[in-house]
T-cell receptor, first 113, second 111 residues
Framework: DAGVIQSPRHEVTEMGQEVTLRCKPISGHNSLFWYRQTMMRGLELLIY????????DSGMPEDRFSAKMPNASFSTLKIQPSEPRDSAVYFCASSRSGANVLTFGAGSRLTVL | RKEVEQDPGPFNVPEGATVAFNCTYSNSASQSFFWYRQDCRKEPKLLMS???SGNEDGRFTAQLNRASQYISLLIRDSKLSDSATYLCVVRGRSNDYKLSFGAGTTVTVRA
């Protein structure tokens, strides 16, 4: 099992640019989560998908953030336009529905200059 | 008030020592509890679930105190490889998808 795969692992971009982060969940996992981690705020849930459908996006900071899950094996998190305060590590995690355990990807470290 | 609160530490201990720390949670209806471990610049990984009667996994012991709404983790005979940040995680209801993460307690084990 390859685990949850995220790309890119690192991204450095300038303010105002569009950023797209990608995630491939574990095969057979039908729940997918996007988290953001910063020193100040810790791990924050941004959005939760179940069976490719967004169930809870209340954690998405603002309209600059959007997420999609076009199929069971792929999700994207997009920030447009990016701002320096978006600098963080973005984690994707997946699980089977109702399971207690989340498996996290290695994360995408974003720096917005 | 945060849903899950932890002492950030750091706890600096020598190899072989015992280290213990707690986390408190605010939702008295919380059903499931976990400890995740996060190494520096890595992703969080499940360390162990926490059961009502308390449970052990090797050198790690987890306890739950529902009356006082806290969870504890004790590490015996600590190893250098135990150096990490330990995240306390709480699920509200058994079918609730949301996990609330604490900010983590950092443990550093020195030779």
């Amino acid at each position: 099992d390859a685990g949850v795969i995220q790309s890119p692992r690192h991204e450095v971009t300038e303010m105002g640019q569009e950023v797209t982060l990608r995630c491939k969940p574990i095969s057979g996992h039908n729940s997918l989560f996007w988290y953001r981690q910063t020193m100040m705020r810790g791990l924050e849930l941004l959005i939760y998908f179940n069976n490719n459908v967004p169930i809870d996006d209340s954690g998405m900071p603002e309209d600059r953030f959007s997420a999609k899950m076009p199929n069971a094996s792929f999700s994207t998190l997009k920030i447009q336009p990016s701002e320096p305060r978006d600098s963080a590590v973005y984690f994707c995690a997946s699980s089977r529905s109702g399971a207690n355990v989340l498996t996290f990807g290695a994360g995408s470290r974003l720096t917005v200059l | 008030r945060k849903e899950v609160e932890q002492d950030p530490g750091p706890f600096n201990v020598p190899e072989g020592a015992t280290v213990a720390f707690n986390c408190t949670y605010s939702n008295s209806a919380s059903q499931s509890f976990f400890w995740y471990r996060q190494d520096c610049r890595k992703e969080p990984k499940l360390l162990m679930s926490v059961y009502s009667s308390g449970n052990e996994d090797g050198r790690f012991t987890a306890q739950l105190n529902r009356a006082s709404q806290y969870i504890s983790l004790l590490i015996r005979d600590s190893k250098l490889s135990d150096s990490a940040t330990y995240l306390c995680v709480v699920r509200g209801r058994s079918n609730d998808y949301k996990l609330s993460f604490g900010a983590g307690t950092t443990v550093t084990v020195r030779a």
